[in-house]
């Protein structure tokens, strides 16, 4: 099953809010005939332009393959929000990786945060950057656990942006009877992705990088140089750049084994105005609660309500994705049970068995960089900086992220889904008991 068309028309992007409001940019060119660069990304993600755009800034001659849209994946149908810190908590990495690397972890993180407000502060991206995201409780029992954990950043890490909430507090800024507290985080925040995509997009193309899209690589050869294949061109490459998370296919089976696609569904409300947005979420913060399968939500620009979450047991699509999302949704805000949906549309997105990113070096001149875990606005943007001085020469960052151990999924590539299904529907489950 091909993730990049089973569920969406090749060319297209999704019928999303984001791309009905987008900027839009001209088709980028298929590739035709014999190419030759320094550098090949594979995918036009956040990882993949962000790689170009910094390469070209350095001076290297980048061409990036895009098996359908620059923004067209993950990147660009995701929430928006710009979490701070890794996926995992820190007490989670220090038990991992010890607490001297779990805190060279933190500061990669703050680093990735302010990449993506940097960008955003571009001509070239046509996107705010929102700060604050509150995380929400959904039992009350999780609220002491938020408030240590907020104490843990304040005291050990230096972290001063992010405050403990109670429930008196959190019901004032999110009028939903699911939390009973939780934290505020005003160093993170939310952001048009697909603008903030087609943003990178323009940086890249700039600096000089070759963007083609209907560029789907359907065969890499490793060796130096590399080799890769489309429909209509070869490339040949001194550096190759795997940036392709869920929808990486059988490109790489040593990725595969670690990175695993599932699915995830977003809506969109009509605009329902300053006042009432003001209502539901004060202060225009982001929300994401303590469910394992997350519910997420924020307002856009325009004061519609983009609300995310919902399992999904196969690889296709629900047919009325709308009806899906709505029961999530009116379960948190009761008031906007009948509340009009303009849009739905799902995406892919790849995680890891221990919901930390994947680097790899998987030889001398090839890198992969994906599995964010629903983490990726802002690692996905910085990892695209950190393969760029990582092929420079610089691999620090690149190194450290990749020392942080990846298991492989049990049962490999043809387990890996079933086994994943039992566990949502277990998890599932325990959210609702």
């Given amino acids: 099953m091909d993730l990049l068309t089973v569920n969406d028309r090749a060319g297209d992007y999704p019928p999303s809010f984001y791309a009905h409001a987008a900027t839009p940019l001209p088709r980028f060119p298929a590739p035709q005939g014999t190419i030759t660069c320094d550098v090949a990304v594979v995918g036009g993600g956040f990882t993949g332009l962000s790689t170009a755009w910094h390469l070209a800034e350095r001076g290297y001659d980048v061409v990036l393959l895009e098996a359908q849209r620059v923004g067209f994946g993950a990147s660009g149908r995701n929430g928006g929000q710009v979490g701070q810190g890794q996926r995992l908590e820190q007490d989670e990495l220090e038990a991992m990786v010890g607490r001297d690397r779990a805190r060279a972890l933190w500061e990669i993180a703050n680093q990735s945060v302010d990449l993506v407000r940097e960008v955003a502060a571009r001509d070239e991206v046509h996107a705010r950057f929102h700060p604050g995201v ?19 950043l304040q005291t050990e890490y230096g972290y001063d942006r992010i405050r403990a909430l109670d429930r008196e507090e959190m019901q004032g800024l999110v009028a939903s009877p699911a939390y009973h507290g939780g934290t505020l985080d005003m160093g993170a925040g939310h952001i048009d992705p697909l603008e903030l ?36 061109a070869e490339i040949t490459a001194r550096h190759v750049v795997l940036a392709c998370n869920g929808y990486l296919g059988g490109l790489e089976p040593r990725v595969a084994a670690r990175v695993m696609p599932i699915n995830n569904y977003v809506v969109a409300t009509a605009p329902l105005g300053p006042e009432r947005q003001e209502q539901i979420i ?23 309500l983009l609300f995310g979450g919902t399992e999904s047991y196969g ?35 790849g995680i890891t068995m221990n919901r930390m990113p994947h680097f790899e070096r998987l030889a001398g001149n090839m890198l992969s960089l994906s599995g964010y875990s629903g983490h990726g606005v802002a690692m996905a943007t910085l990892a695209g900086q950190i393969a760029a001085e990582t092929i420079a020469g610089q691999a620090e960052r690149f190194d450290l992220m990749a020392s942080v151990p990846t298991p492989r999924f049990p049962g490999g590539v043809a387990m890996r889904w079933p086994l994943l299904v039992l566990a949502m529907v277990w998890f599932s489950l325990r959210d609702k008991l």
């Fill in 134 to 152: 509150i995380h929400a409780a959904h039992r009350a029992r999780y609220v002491p656990e938020y408030r240590a954990y907020a104490e843990k």
């Fill in 315 to 349: 690889y296709r699509f629900p047919k009325d994705i709308r009806a899906k999302v709505r029961g999530p949704l009116a379960e948190i805000f009761p008031q906007l049970a009948d509340v009009e949906l303009t849009h739905g549309w799902g995406g892919t997105l």
């Fill in 197 to 232: 995509a087609l943003g990178l997009a323009r940086l890249a193309q700039a600096a000089g990088a070759r963007i083609f899209e209907n560029a789907k690589v359907a065969a890499l050869t490793q060796g130096d140089p590399a080799e890769l294949t489309t429909e209509t």
């Fill in 282 to 304: 004060r202060g225009n913060h982001a929300v994401a609660d303590s469910k394992f399968v997350v519910n997420y939500f924020r307002f856009s620009d325009d004061h519609r």
